[in-house]
């Protein structure tokens, strides 16, 4: 048997680290055997898939030096690799499954299964569809289906008994199948589901191995019940510990960067990133540290695997860029890399078109335009609060901008622009009477070139870390404050989930 990983990412934001961790040792896995690694896409959910994240996956996942074997962009046998290009194959899975009786259709309207939730909840009880579209009859379903009703299809799952689901790393898991929900495969608009669409595009990419996030455990169950229905091979499972922050706390943005956008621009080496996310999946205690792809795969082993959360420490990670800045790089080969990381011409041709209209001498450029290439900018709390705003609303200020630039589609000028007027309009303000802050927290400085096209340059990952800092800079804001915050900008209620 040979075997077969992969990594499946949905394009729907910036590439995340744990997205690389969980690339790498699929990997690392696959190569140690001889294996293949593949990458697919799953952009089942249309509305939140762009072609700019997948992009921005893609490549920064080939930035880090990782290849695949089969992909959307290299092709393979067993192709499409985009869910968004397979309706027909899950169209005719789905029916199998009708056929079958392993799957149902459900007319229940939003609104009755928010009732039944409530109910459930009164009671204490798990939150299940309760099955009241199984008890139709043959003619009750044609009757709906021909008046036109939409439905979506669930599958069956059985009322008692126990799961039994085996990880590689974490032995056997159980679940109990009453708390396991009758999970829909097919939307009203014939998408599958994540569910679906990873089952039969991992049986028909033949993936031996399912190396995936800790937060899919509880939908191993689910899985494992659609291989029995079609009678198929299960693959091995084994769920990763999520990445953490120092205090064990889940790496989020709230706390740290999450995009390896965000490391890129900051000038840290692919090779010294890789290396750091390999040394979670390896045992380094001989003290060498510094390790290539090629002796991270020979070292990997599952048990080295720490299931209590590998540690995202950018201590460490600076130490080690240090390192390879250092010890790795001859000179002509520092200079190329900081040739590349800099000396983007489109970009500089940018930052000068906006100096020019501000400086006296060729030499004001050095500290006018600075900020670009820095990481994070030094302000001060009294520098902020030295202007219009209270301490409250410049606090709601940052976080409310926050919320904003995350639910940006797209990052240009006119993006940023209408984010932050929104941010203003919020507070009740001009923009212009809330800007100084602005201005301090991205730039730096009171006044510099214009904000919006700074902003528009620099990047979403580096303007947003800059916009936390000056928040933790304030003493950041509550759970409360930001729950009593979220309405005042659309969308963020889901934003402030995800990120949390
Ligand atoms: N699309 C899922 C994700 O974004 C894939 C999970 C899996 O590997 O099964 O993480």
């Given at each position: ?92 899975h789905i029916q199998m499954l009708l056929d079958a009786g392993h799957a149902f ?48 299809v669930r599958m069956r799952v059985p ?23 009758m999970q829909?495969l ?9 569910h679906l669409?990873?089952v039969v595009?991992?049986h ?17 169950p689910k899985h494992i019940l659609l291989y029995r229905y079609f009678g198929w091979?299960m ?266």
């Amino acid at each position: 048997m040979t075997v077969r990983t992969r990594i499946a990412p949905s394009p729907t934001g910036d590439p995340h680290v744990g997205t690389a961790y969980v690339a790498l040792v699929n990997y690392c896995f696959a190569k140690k055997h001889g294996g293949q690694f593949l990458l697919r896409i799953e952009d089942t959910d249309r509305a939140r898939s762009t072609s700019e994240s997948e992009r921005a996956i893609l490549d920064s996942l080939h930035w880090l030096g990782l290849s695949w074997d089969e992909g959307p962009d290299v092709g393979g046998p067993h192709g499409p690799y985009r869910q968004s290009e397979r309706g027909a194959i899950y169209r005719e899975h789905i029916q199998m499954l009708l056929d079958a009786g392993h799957a149902f259709k459900c007319f229940c309207t939003p609104e009755r299964l928010e009732e039944m939730r409530v109910a459930q909840r009164a009671a204490a009880q798990p939150p299940r569809y309760d099955g009241l579209c199984l008890t139709y009859d043959r003619e009750e379903i044609a009757r709906r289906e021909a008046a036109g009703e939409p439905y979506v299809v669930r599958m069956r799952v059985p009322g008692e008994g126990v799961c039994v689901v085996e990880d590689l790393r974490r032995g056997a898991i159980e679940f109990e199948w009453k708390t396991v929900d009758m999970q829909v495969l097919m939307k009203s608009d014939g998408m599958p589901t994540y569910h679906l669409a990873n089952v039969v595009d991992d049986h028909l990419m033949e993936i031996t191995h399912v190396i995936r996030g800790e937060e899919w455990v509880s939908s191993a169950p689910k899985h494992i019940l659609l291989y029995r229905y079609f009678g198929w091979e299960m693959p091995k499972l084994m769920h990763l510990p999520l990445l953490r922050n120092p205090d064990k706390s889940k790496l989020s943005k709230r706390k740290n960067p999450t995009s390896i956008l965000f490391y890129q621009r900051m000038g840290y080496l692919p090779e010294a990133l890789l290396n750091f996310l390999g040394l979670l999946t390896v045992n380094s205690a001989d003290g060498n540290e510094i390790m290539d792809l090629h002796e991270l795969i020979g070292r990997f082993e599952f048990e080295h695997i720490s299931l209590g959360g590998p540690v995202f420490d950018v201590p460490k990670l600076n130490w080690l860029n240090g390192r390879y800045i250092r010890e790795m790089l001859d000179v002509p080969s520092f200079i190329k890399r900081v040739e590349a990381w800099a000396g983007d011409e489109a970009k500089l041709a940018n930052i000068l078109t906006l100096a020019q209209a501000r400086i006296e001498r060729l030499s004001d450029l050095g500290s006018l335009i600075a900020f670009f290439f820095q990481g994070r900018v030094s302000v001060r709390a009294d520098e902020l609060r030295d202007g219009k705003l209270d301490d409250e609303n410049l606090r709601k200020a940052f976080q409310l901008s926050l919320w904003e630039i995350d639910g940006l589609r797209d990052w240009n000028v006119s993006s940023v622009e209408g984010a932050l007027k929104r941010v203003a309009d919020a507070l009740g303000k001009k923009f212009r009477d809330v800007a100084r802050p602005f201005y301090l927290a991205v730039t730096g400085s009171p006044t510099s070139v214009p904000l919006y096209d700074a902003m528009a340059i620099i990047g979403r990952d580096i303007v947003r870390e800059r916009l936390r800092v000056a928040l933790d800079t304030l003493g950041g804001a509550s759970n409360k404050e930001q729950n009593a915050w979220k309405s005042l900008i659309a969308g963020a209620g889901e934003r402030a989930e995800a990120l949390s």
